[in-house]
């Protein structure tokens, strides 16, 4: 049976209605799944098709429970159905919301939510049951990369050596706090009320809060002023050059990371392959960068 097949059923069965159609029409957007939006019997839901591959990728069992936790903390969108087994999730819609990319990733009023939501969640007393480590994460997805048989970049083995230098030299100590670990800005919802959400949880677990603000100022592609606003709401200060240099080091890792992983979506005959080459050719800039000028900017590599 399909996917598409096995989300109508469970539509059917949850609303207990055999006429429900799973209706594509309305895409809310997504990577590693896809999101679409459809009004069931008068209110509207977000559904979940998960994406090729995900289910050998994301740890769908803590997944589920480290959701629970996010709602339950006032950050997450309210979970009305989970299956821990295929991946589909229905979660109710947040009405009126915008999510950060589409409204400026930017601006200084997005700038404070995003880093009052990542602060809420890194001070909290929650712990997830998991741990988000890059380096068994990169080699679990190389690992499925080669039983796809499929083939790195030429230069790939001696970047990643220079990648495991540099972070081995600069991160000198890591925090452990609950971490959503995909803070991209489509990943922040603001209401019209100002009331702001961090949903898609799947990547979450114990980790660096650092990895987060390095994220969102990857995906998000922060102007220089941009970066010295958040880092400044986040931190309280400006940060010293210990944090500097890890966050640099998160960078580093985020985009090879998510190139092997564009690299599994690619192998698995889904449309990542340009993706895919736009984070290693960053990836590629910014280690040579790093390696012969130390005073590369945290701005300059979030640039192509």
Same mark, same amino acid.
């Given at each position: 049976? $399909?996917? @598409?097949? +096995? %989300?109508? !059923?469970?539509?059917?069965l949850? *609303?207990? =209605? ?5 209706? &594509?029409s ?15 019997k ?23 429970v ?9 950050l ?22 915008k999510n950060?990319a ?37 080699? $679990?997805? @190389?690992? +499925? %990369?080669? !039983?796809l048989?499929?083939?790195? *970049?030429? =230069? ?5 050596? &220079? ?34 959400f961090?949903?898609?949880w ?21 102007t ?19 944090e ?26 889904d ?8 984070r ?14 130390s ?10």
């Open positions: 049976m $399909k996917m @598409e097949e +096995i %989300v109508q !059923e469970k539509l059917r949850l *609303f207990n =209605d055999d006429s429900i159609i799973f209706d &594509k309305r895409f809310a957007g997504g990577l590693t799944n896809y999101n679409y939006i459809m009004n069931i008068g209110t509207e839901y977000v559904i979940r098709q998960p994406g090729g591959m995900t289910n050998q990728i994301i740890d769908r069992k803590i997944e589920k480290n959701n629970k936790l996010a709602s339950e903390l006032g997450n969108s309210e979970i009305v159905y989970f299956d821990e087994f295929s991946g589909i999730k229905i979660s109710a819609y947040i009405k009126n919301s950060v589409f409204s400026d990733p930017c601006s200084q009023g997005n700038l404070r939510a995003v880093s009052s939501l990542m602060k809420k969640i890194h001070s909290s007393p929650v712990r997830f049951p998991n741990s988000f480590d890059w380096h068994k994460e990169l080699q $679990k997805y @190389e690992k +499925i %990369v080669r !039983e048989n499929g083939d790195f *970049f030429f =230069d790939y083995a001696d970047l990643k050596n &220079k990648l495991l230098e540099f972070a081995h030299k600069n991160i000198t100590s890591t925090n452990s706090c609950p971490c959503h670990n995909d803070t991209v800005p489509e990943n922040f919802l603001v209401n019209d009320n100002g009331r702001a961090l949903i898609d799947e990547y979450s677990g114990m980790n660096d809060p650092s990895w987060d603000v390095a994220a969102y100022i990857l995906e998000s592609k922060l220089e002023e941009s970066i010295e606003y958040l880092l400044l709401e986040y931190y309280g200060q400006i940060p010293a050059t210990v500097v240099l890890k966050i640099k080091s998160f960078i580093l890792a985020q985009d090879l990371l998510w190139t092997v992983w564009a690299l599994i979506r690619h192998y698995n005959g449309d990542f392959l340009d993706y895919c080459v736009y290693y050719e960053r990836f590629r800039k910014n280690v040579r960068a790093l390696t012969f000028l005073d590369c900017s945290i701005a300059d590599m979030v640039k192509i």
